[in-house]
């Protein structure tokens, strides 16, 4: 428990977070983060759900996505003063931009981005 207290979360891995958490009937909840309405129809996803941007939403919103799409994206991770949405979305396109030259092109196009003052700080 004191591994994850101090944060260290990949080195512990998720299947022994989740034995640690049932253990003592901790539970952990983590929400996506969402919008007003879905910036694209997903393959997998209903519409409700397309207005979570989970990391399988980015996904289909890298990889299938329209630059109309990638704008709509970027428009909301600059509409989040948290940052969280840059983070997932920054996460995403580097981990899909190694086998995917579509994703390798959005990432291209995120570096190229003005860094907001909440992406400095996240670094």
Do not use: Y
């Not at 519409?47 to 909301?76: C, F, Y």
């Not at 994703?103 to 995120?110: N, P």
Request: net charge positive; glycine share 4%.
């Amino acid at each position: 428990m004191a591994a994850l207290e101090a944060g260290k979360l990949p080195e512990l891995g998720l299947e022994r977070v989740a034995r640690l958490c049932a253990a003592v009937d901790l539970v952990l909840e983590a929400r996506p983060l969402e919008l007003n309405q879905p910036l694209m129809a997903h393959r997998h996803l209903s519409e409700v759900a397309g207005r979570e941007l989970t990391k399988a939403a980015i996904d289909d919103i890298i990889t299938r996505g329209t630059i109309s799409t990638w704008r709509k994206l970027i428009q909301a991770m600059n509409a989040d003063k948290t940052g969280r949405i840059a983070r997932r979305v920054t996460d995403v396109a580097q981990t899909l931009g190694k086998r995917d030259p579509k994703a390798r092109a959005f990432a291209a196009l995120l570096r190229k981005l003005p860094r907001k003052p909440h992406d400095a700080a996240a670094e």
